[in-house]
């Protein structure tokens, strides 16, 4: 599949140039990037952490638990 980015000129540059002292091309460096990001462990990532975690909306029935014990 064929798929098109924005990259910041001077990242890309820096890019190109890595590439090309590395003898590989942009698009082995980003399918593995992509890759290894995509076959993490959940665990290392704090925004997966949260997704987790109890919703937002759970801590406004504190309030009525308070209520409740009252």
């Not at 599949?1 to 190109?16: E, N």
């Not at 990037?33 to 076959?39: D, G, K, M």
């Not at 987790?52 to 504190?62: I, N, Q, T």
Request: aromatic fraction near 8%.
């Amino acid at each position: 599949m064929k798929a098109s980015i924005d990259i910041p000129d001077k990242l890309y540059r820096q890019l190109k140039a890595k590439c090309a002292l590395e003898g590989r091309s942009t698009q082995e460096v980003a399918v593995n990037l992509f890759e290894t990001w995509v076959h993490e462990e959940r665990a290392e990532h704090p925004a997966e952490q949260r997704a987790v975690r109890s919703p937002d909306w759970f801590g406004a029935l504190h309030g009525y638990a308070v209520h409740a014990d009252g």
